[in-house]
């Protein structure tokens, strides 16, 4: 009876700052004996190729280049990283093995690639390597990623801005590596106030590989983000940077917060949450802005438009989230929007949010009559083509 090979235990470290991410790579090379890294360069993915390097403490292991599969990164990597992590999982040689993605590559999908390949690798920790003094200018910076270089193929639209929230949001792990300006207080503020989850440790202390050997679950990780139930910042005001957490159990008109979203995307720095349009009382809408750009979709029903019957098949996070918002009437439809800044006016930020829920009148007229109001959302929600 043949023994099975023990699992090769594979570690994501990500993120935009591509001297933290080096120095949070050589910190794990360094304090985790028998450390392998792979990392892809999908700097000329726009004219579609890929470049694979793989080394360990000692240097170079291996370098190849691989054509990027249907314009999409994550096809590539997904079609080249894991057979080669898998091929290292089978010669024994290594006790780790770190995939250094490249800096727009989003951790998300790719600890869901990793994790699936389960019967020779054991995913065991997801850091963003971040230089705190650069939270901020990232979080405010609106710009294409292809504008910048760093598009992932020709087809990649996403923002500077909202794939650096992405990739801190995500892990349980950042890595903080100081670059050229040191951080002040109201960085380490920003950062602590955008990432509840995750646990932060100082690069060079040693202490990061064997942080990223404790274990990783993809479908909790998934949870913290999904809208229905994420893991959103809590009150706070510390160092000059304040996250504002606004609740209410009615919903918005449609047309008067249309009106409003510029000044409400340019409120905060990064503002996340689930919102309810009265014009469409079943669906959840998801609210994700950073650098001054908004995206609003869809994240399915709310829970209270479905059917007893089908609850037993909405995971347990979702739930337990829809119990905490829990009203008599109207269920888990609620507003839970959070914005996180430096200098956050929180007066009239307050005074324009409420101004765009329904008033009494217009509330008690009951959801009928609220579907005759306009439909200001439709073209961003249903667009056309």
Request: glycine share 8%; aromatic share 6%; net charge negative.
């Amino acid at each position: 009876m043949s023994v099975a090979s023990p699992r090769l235990p594979v570690a994501i470290v990500g993120g935009l700052c591509e001297g933290a991410r080096r120095a949070a790579v050589g910190d794990i090379l360094r304090s985790v004996p028998g450390t392998v890294v792979l990392h892809h360069d999908l700097s000329a993915g726009p004219e579609g190729s890929v470049h694979r390097t793989i080394r360990d403490l000692d240097g170079p292991v291996s370098s190849d280049h691989t054509p990027l599969v249907n314009d999409c990164a994550c096809c590539a990597l997904r079609e080249d990283l894991v057979p080669e992590l898998v091929r290292l999982a089978g010669a024994g040689t290594y006790r780790l093995a770190v995939v250094e993605l490249w800096d727009s590559v989003e951790p998300q999908a790719m600890a869901a690639v990793i994790a699936a390949e389960s019967e020779a690798l054991e995913l065991t920790g997801v850091a963003t390597a971040v230089d705190p003094a650069l939270v901020l200018p990232y979080l405010s910076n609106g710009d294409d990623l292809a504008e910048a270089g760093l598009a992932a193929a020709p087809t990649d639209q996403r923002t500077i801005a909202d794939t650096f929230a992405r990739q801190i949001e995500y892990p349980t792990v950042l890595a903080l590596a100081e670059g050229d300006e040191p951080a002040d207080d109201a960085d380490l503020a920003l950062l602590a106030q955008l990432t509840p989850a995750a646990r932060r440790w100082r690069v060079g202390e040693g202490t990061l590989g064997p942080a990223l050997l404790a274990g990783f679950d993809v479908e909790a990780a998934a949870a913290r983000q999904h809208p229905s139930c994420a893991l959103l910042p809590q009150e706070a005001d510390e160092h000059g940077v304040d996250t504002l957490v606004w609740r209410r159990d009615r919903p918005f008109h449609p047309g008067r917060l249309y009106a409003a979203l510029e000044d409400l995307v340019c409120a905060a720095a990064r503002i996340r949450g689930r919102f309810w349009l009265a014009d469409r009382p079943d669906t959840l809408l998801a609210w994700d802005a950073a650098g001054g750009a908004l995206c609003v979709e869809s994240a399915g029903p709310w829970l209270a438009a479905l059917p007893d019957a089908a609850w037993e098949m909405v995971p347990a996070e979702r739930r337990i989230a829809a119990s905490l918002d829990w009203h008599s009437e109207h269920g888990d439809r609620c507003q839970h929007l959070t914005f996180t800044s430096p200098g956050l006016d929180r007066e009239n930020l307050l005074i324009l949010l409420d101004s765009c829920l329904l008033t009494d009148a217009e509330y008690a007229a009951g959801s009928e009559a609220w579907k005759d109001l306009s439909h200001a959302f439709d073209e961003l929600l249903d667009p056309v083509g």
